[in-house]
Every structure is written in structure tokens, then in C-alpha cells.
């Protein structure tokens, strides 16, 4: 049974720097053809997809906001992290991350097939 | 940047079918996975690949994809299949995973 839980900070403040923290059970990131990303949801609108790092270690990043992303695993504990440099109001969102799979290395057909619960992130002085 | 344009709204009566669209240029050359999400939840994986079907998930459920169009049908809608769907895809050229803007359906 997969599952995964996202964990970090409700409020940080304008500029400061967002770290949260994945923690899955029920499958390794040691496994080939497995990803895991994150996706964030602002209130009331569509989900929009941020990073995904792969089993390899390779990593992927929106475009837009590429310059202020990190991913990063840790296998030893079942864990991924993401870091969001110069948080801003417009970045308050609901933070998921997900299991990802596909096909070995062809990264685009990687589909999210489970996600977390998701926490809220809001971004205030 | 890619644009998946979704319809904002949908409504059908139970037991009825229920189509929900999803528009991007020559998206039937891509592949093209549907979400199902409750409010206050995460959402759900319902189709991928076009017409793939994850094993939790009911057959009144499927999906295709063509020319500009990939649609999501609900067959035999019942009242908790209200819900937003958002269609997503991969744009190899940026290498972006891009979602749509979401369609509500409302079951009558």
C-alpha cells in the first residue's frame, strides 16, 4: 500500500525560504521506473505541477520557477524534500507531493497514480 | 507555453453520461491523464495514458484522446461522482507537466 505524507511549515513570511518534507511508505525510490513530485493547488484553482526527481536522481523542474526549486531524496529514510527560495503571497497554496511511474527513461510518460494529503502553505507577514 | 482549455462546468442527471473535455493543440499526439478531486481532498488518478484505468477505479470511468480533443465520459453518473476533473499532460517541449483549469460536474 503506497502512501505518502507532506510535512513543513503552515506560515512563512515574504522572502523567507519554504522547505518541505515528503515522507512515503509502501514502495523505494532504490526501484527503477519510480518518481516522486510535487504539485501545489492555490485555493480554488488547478493544480500546478513543480518538480519530480527519479529514481536515477535526475531531476525536473517547472520552467517557470525553476530558478527557486530544489528536489532532493533520501533513500535511507524514505524521504524527499523540496525548497522554494523568495516565497511570495501568490505562492499560499496547498503543497502535495506524489508517486510517480513510466516507462524507465522516458521521462514524459511518468503519470502521478498517488498523492498525499496535501498541507497548506501560507505565505504572510 | 502549453494550454489545456477545460469547459469550467458540467451537469448531468444520475444515471445519465457525462462528458468532460479537454482542448490543446494536437493533444491527440500526447498522452493525457484525468484526475477526480472531492472537495477538501487530494485528488484521485481516474484515467491515464488516454484510456488506462487504474484497478480502484470504477469501468464507468474511461477516456480518449484525438486530433484536439481527449474527453473523459462517466457513464451511469451517480451522485458521488461530483466532483472537479483536471486533465493533464506532458509538453515535451519544455518539459513541463501541465494541468487544465478544471471542469465541476454537478450531478442533478
Known amino acids: 500500500q503506497i502512501t505518502l505524507k507532506e510535512s513543513g511549515p503552515t506560515l512563512v513570511k515574504p522572502t523567507e525560504t519554504l522547505t518541505l518534507t515528503c515522507t512515503f511508505s509502501?514502495?523505494?525510490?532504490?526501484?527503477?521506473?519510480?518518481?516522486v513530485g510535487w504539485i501545489r493547488q492555490p485555493p480554488g484553482r488547478a493544480p500546478e505541477w513543480l518538480a519530480l526527481i527519479f529514481w536515477d536522481d535526475d531531476k525536473r523542474y517547472s520552467p517557470s520557477l525553476r530558478s527557486r526549486l530544489t528536489i532532493t531524496k533520501d533513500t535511507s529514510k524514505n524521504q524527499v524534500a523540496l525548497t522554494m527560495t523568495n516565497m511570495d503571497p501568490v505562492d499560499t497554496a496547498t503543497y502535495y507531493c506524489a508517486h510517480s511511474v513510466g516507462i524507465s527513461v522516458v521521462r514524459g510518460t511518468y503519470y502521478f497514480d498517488y498523492w498525499g494529503q496535501g498541507t497548506l502553505v501560507t505565505v504572510s507577514s | 507555453s502549453y494550454v489545456l482549455t477545460q469547459p469550467p462546468s458540467v451537469s448531468v442527471a444520475p444515471g445519465q453520461t457525462a462528458r468532460i473535455t479537454c482542448g490543446g493543440n494536437n493533444i491527440g499526439g500526447k498522452s493525457v491523464h484525468w484526475f477526480q478531486q472531492k472537495p477538501g481532498q487530494a485528488p484521485v488518478l481516474v484515467v491515464f495514458?488516454?484510456?488506462d484505468r487504474p484497478s480502484r477505479i470504477p469501468e464507468r470511468f474511461s477516456g480518449s484522446n484525438a486530433g484536439n480533443t481527449a474527453t473523459l465520459t462517466i457513464s451511469r453518473v451517480e451522485a458521488g461522482d461530483e466532483a472537479d476533473y483536471y486533465c493533464?499532460?506532458?509538453?515535451?517541449?519544455?518539459?513541463?507537466?501541465?494541468f487544465g483549469g478544471g471542469t465541476k460536474l454537478t450531478v442533478l
Open positions: 495514458n488516454d484510456s
Open positions: 509502501g514502495f523505494s525510490l532504490t526501484t527503477s521506473e519510480v518518481g
Open positions: 493533464q499532460v506532458w509538453d515535451g517541449g519544455s518539459d513541463h507537466r501541465v
